[in-house]
């Protein structure tokens, strides 16, 4: 069993990795110097089988342990960057202006190379490990291209882990739950149609700025009083654009927002009545709606079995105190969710401490987080794989 100061002597190199991925931050699949940098680190473990170029710039690399057959399991960090405008002040901040690692994907990856090379040196395990860097996890469902190119079907990966960082939990501590722990995350566009005119004589137009209020208001109550208390359903209006003068009634409003749900049943039930409201109002105001609803991210959903695991290795690590194994579900959305699709497994939070939040120009991913990250990585495949 490990202690986390087995993997303090891997925290200063783990630091110069991170620091360096976040000065040279890469959006979505463009995440080419990154892939790189990964790859290039990951040979000089000496690693011999390493696939690059799957959905456009993703990795896989693959260690098998010395401790005879057995399963593979799949190990997943994320590498991209935001489109933001870093305010951090750090000496080793963005490079490039108006991208930035806002979520902290630069640390998920410093945090599995180093858990690689502890691994590759010491690979007391049985069965194989891939170790999945993935790019585009930014809302450009690069978790879901990698499975679709076949990355569970070629590696055989029987279970599947990820885990990501999160402010306002203590650094050295984990947050995890059984069943969903985070939300589906789906887009909409309505377009509310009236009959444009002189913003003076509104008795001869249909104003669609007035019926888009009511819609607003009218898909809230799908959440305050046609939905289970108990259950989660989030709808947030974030776009509204409606005319360009200040007398004159426009013909149409545009707007469109996100819609999260923790159940497969909710989900259907948002799209559904969310156009059905919606067009209720606009008629019986004398307009009409268009209406246009994305499915993106799934549910991301615990298994039970990997949820153990994932408890038990974190407990071995940190001990059960620094363990929260019933976390509240986060109406944020991941896209790992479709890798937990494809197979089982886990998805853990690791704590960041009192960082700004995710996707906040001025957020930091602590590197003193680094060696919990490693060391929960080599304590699951040891416990998952154990010899």
């Known amino acids: 069993m490990h202690s986390v100061e087995d993997f303090r002597d891997l925290q200063s190199e783990a630091t110069e990795w991170r620091r360096y991925l976040h000065q040279h931050p890469e959006l979505d699949y463009r995440v080419h110097n990154t892939a790189k940098f990964v790859t290039e680190k990951l040979a000089s473990f000496g690693i011999k089988q390493i696939e690059t170029g799957i959905a456009e710039t993703g990795i896989v690399a693959v260690i098998a342990g010395e401790g005879g057959d057995g399963p593979t399991i799949g190990l997943r960090a994320d590498m991209d960057a ?6 951090s002040g750090k000496p080793w901040s963005s490079a490039n202006p108006g991208k930035m690692h806002a979520c902290g994907h630069d640390g998920h990856t410093a945090m599995l190379l180093g858990a690689a090379k502890f691994l590759a040196n010491r690979p007391k395990f049985k069965g194989t ?4 860097f993935q790019p585009a996890e930014e809302g450009a469902l690069g978790g ?4 679709q190119e076949g990355i569970m079907d070629r590696y055989g990966i029987s279970q599947v882990f990820g885990m990501h960082n999160m402010p306002g939990i203590e650094v050295g501590k984990f947050g995890i739950c059984d069943g969903p722990i985070m939300a589906a995350i789906d887009e909409f566009d309505l377009i509310v149609k009236g009959k444009g005119g002189h913003a003076a004589m509104p008795h001869l137009n249909i104003d669609p700025v007035v019926i888009a209020a009511q819609v607003v208001l009218g898909l809230q109550t799908l959440v305050s009083r046609n939905t289970d208390p108990i259950q989660s359903l989030v709808i947030s209006v974030t776009k509204v654009h409606a005319g360009e003068a200040y007398n004159v ?8 927002g996100t819609v999260r749900t923790l159940s497969p049943s909710l989900r259907d039930f948002a799209e559904r009545q969310m156009q059905a409201s919606a067009q209720a109002i606009a008629r019986g105001f004398g307009g009409d709606v268009e ?3 994305r499915r993106q991210d799934p549910v991301t959903f615990n ?12 407990r071995n690590l940190v001990g059960p105190a620094a363990v929260d194994d019933k976390i509240r579900p986060l109406m944020i959305s ?3 969710a479709y890798m937990l699709e494809a197979r089982p497994g886990a998805f853990i939070f690791i704590g960041n401490g009192k960082s700004a939040g995710l996707h906040h120009p001025a957020y930091e991913f602590d590197d003193e987080a680094l060696p919990y990250g490693i060391g929960y990585w080599v304590t699951l495949v040891e416990t998952a794989l154990a010899v």
């Open 249 to 256: 009634t426009p013909p149409q409003v545009e707007m469109g």
């Open 303 to 314: 298994y039970t079995e990997g949820t153990n695991l994932a408890i038990t290795a974190a």
């Open 129 to 132: 490990i891939a170790l999945i």
């Open 144 to 147: 879901q291209r990698m499975v």
């Open 291 to 293: 209406f246009r609803y």
């Open 82 to 87: 935001l489109p933001i405008l870093e305010a």
């Open 334 to 336: 991941e896209d790992f």
